[in-house]
């Protein structure tokens, strides 16, 4: 799969963090914006990790 994967996760990292800020502006409840920042902050580091050397051993 390539850098496909670890690229596509960051890309849903980007998504997230623009919808955890659309959520905050609109005035969400905090339990929706504080999941939505969790996922963007766990698909930043699962992208990134994926990406270091040696990740796909």
């Known amino acids: 799969m ?4 670890p690229t596509l996760l960051l890309v849903l ?3 997230l963090v623009g919808g ?3 959520l905050y502006r ?3 409840a905090r339990s929706a914006v504080v999941v939505t920042a969790l ?3 766990l ?3 699962g992208g990134v990790l994926w990406l270091l ?3 796909d051993a």
């Open 53 to 55: 050397p040696g990740g």
């Open 2 to 5: 390539g850098a496909a994967l």
């Open 39 to 41: 996922l963007a902050v």
């Open 26 to 28: 609109q005035g969400a």
């Open 13 to 15: 990292a980007g998504v």
């Open 20 to 22: 955890t800020w659309s």
């Open 43 to 45: 698909a930043t580091v």
